[in-house]
Structures are given as C-alpha cells and as structure tokens.
C-alpha cells in the first residue's frame, strides 16, 4: 500500500468533517464548504468576532499564540451546522442569510476535532474540553438534530476527571454511546451509556493505560493507542467480553485521532508534546488493517517554535465518512503542514509490501 498526497491546501487550516455531501473547513472566522476533492471552497457563514483575541490574532505566529483558530464545525444529518469557537456554540449558515445564532456557553474554546457524537434521532452530544486546574464539574451537552433545543445530558461531579476527550457512537451497538477522558493517575477513563446518559458506566482503573481520544470499534473488541505525555504509549485492544485491556505494541508518542475508513481501513495520528511519553519530534499518520498491527504511512517534524505558547505539533482527522484513497489530515506546529490541511490517500496493499512503500 503506497500513500500518495496531494500539495497543502493554503485556503484552509482545518477540515473538519467530509462526506458524500461535501467538505466543511474553516479559515480563522470564516466557515467554508466545498463540493468535493478538487473543487472551489465557498464561505458558508462567519463566526462572529470575539474581542479582545480576534482584534490582536494578525499574522499566523499571533494566532497560533492566541489560539484564535481552534473552533468546531459539524453538519447534522438534518441539513444545519453546529459550530463552536471561543466558548460559544452557534447554528450557523442560517436561513435567509440571518448571521450566526448563539445557542449557549460551554466551559472551554472549543472540542476535540472528531469529538461530537450523533445518536440514532440524530441529537448531537459533546463534552467540555478545557484545563480545569480546580477539578469542578464537566457536563456532556445534548442538542437536537434541529439546533433549537439543548440541555446537559450528563455531568460528572467535581473530582471525578479532568476533561472530556471525545464522544463516540458505538457501530455495532445502536443506542450506546462512548466517551473517553482524562489527563492524570484516577482520571482517565471509558465511559459508556445505552440509555442516553441516563445511567453510565464506567470501564479501566484511571490510569495512563485508559487514557484515550479516540476509539476503534470492532466487533468482539475496541482498540486504542494511549494519549499520554507522562509514559510509554501503548497499543492497547479492550476485550468485549470481560472488558479487560491488554497490551500488543508500543507507539512512540501520544495518538489523538482514530477513525475507520469507509473500507476498513484503520487511521490514526500521533502528536509531538512536552513528556517523557515523547519520543520523537515526528507528529505522524499510522495506517492498520486489524487494529493493533500499525505502520506509518506519512510523518512531519515538529517546527522549532517552543511548545509552551505556540501549540503542539498536531494531526487531526476529519469526522464523517471517507475512504482510505482520498482523506484530509490538518496541522498545527509541523514543518509543512502548519495551519494548513492536505488530502492523502492509500492505494492497494499487495502481499509483501509495507504501508510506507514510496514515501
């Protein structure tokens, strides 16, 4: 399997989310939409500006600094937009033009990129992604597929983690949903619901080990690759049937994103950061066939500016549904690949050949 990638795309710096419907994107404020591969972005909407960082974020160094770019945007499957950005969640690209309509305040800028999850009725859950050094309270929101009616699905008391990761629909079991926390010792668990947050469940013992953001979902398993600056990354595969987690390889930093291509291939990103879990300057995409046999397939070096106030160095993947010939991967802190997103894509394996062959 060979990987072929096109140039970095400069009129976007993040993809978020691509399927048969389109490409959605953002540049700084501006949400933008494309067709297809190939085709000319549209800008969709604005979000609003949110003073004082957005009058001072002039020039890619400054918003880096101030992280004015980080924000959320999601299409529904009933046709609206959910976006977030500096603490705010919006439905955008309203009807008759009307600008961006303000839903409600999350604690954090924003979530993880592949972190919003949607339930069977559509109805879209996240959960709150910031430092919270005081340990208070984290809740995991719920809104209708329509953007007009919100609630907090779930909160889990002061004490018990430090953040949300992500939220995860479950393939293979319709009504249960996942969701991955952490970041320290008795923090980091997966937690799971079939009930619609009603009750949850919560899976691992708090350590590095169930320390995750994203999750591959098989059918008698789940597989991970740990997220944690502390210790050695792990390739980890939990057993469905008794829960229990076992080691299979180790990775040589902190992965963020996983995804399952539409033909089943498996995805999933590394991450350069501060922590003896590092062990590289490489940020890198991984490809797999089973879940826990990975190779990399596409690798970029963490730029020179320091970690503390200009970001990691950063992959993440789109949401929604693609094939494992043609998917975005978008960057932050890397050499060729900051603040900007690049379409990649994987041709056949043939027996023998390695996943990296022709990089």
Known sequence: MK????????????????NENGIWASNGRSVLHADGPGKSWKTLDTFPIAPPRDYASVGRLARRLLR???????????GRLLGIRKGTVYSLAEPDGAPPRALFQINGACVMPRAIAEDREG??????????????????????????????????????????????????????IWVTMGDFQDECYLAYTDDGFSTVEFLGDGSQLWRMVGVIFQEDRLCWLTDTHFEQNHIVAMDRSNSRATIHGEVDA?????????????????????????????????????????????????????????????ISLTSGDFSSDSFWISGEGLWGLDGRAQICGLGKKSPGDSLIDGL
């Open 123 to 176: 109805n879209l859950y996240f959960g709150e992604y910031f430092g919270n050094p005081d340990r208070g309270p984290v809740r995991i929101w719920r809104v209708d597929p329509n953007l007009e009616t919100f609630s907090v699905a779930f909160e889990f008391p002061p004490g018990t983690t430090r953040h949300i990761h992500a939220v995860h629909t479950e393939p293979f079991m319709p009504n249960r």
């Open 254 to 314: 902190s992965a963020w994103y996983m995804a399952e291509t539409t033909d089943g291939l498996y995805l999933a990103t590394t991450t350069v950061e501060l922590g003896d879990g590092i062990k590289t300057n490489q940020a890198r995409v991984l490809a797999s066939e089973d879940g826990v046999e990975w190779e990399p397939v596409i690798e970029f070096r963490k730029d020179p500016l320091p970690m503390t106030g200009f970001g990691f160095g950063s």
């Open 3 to 18: 990987l072929h990638a096109e140039s970095p795309d400069r009129d976007v710096v993040i993809v978020h989310h691509a």
């Open 68 to 78: 004015a770019e980080k924000c959320n945007v999601y299409p529904t499957r009933e």
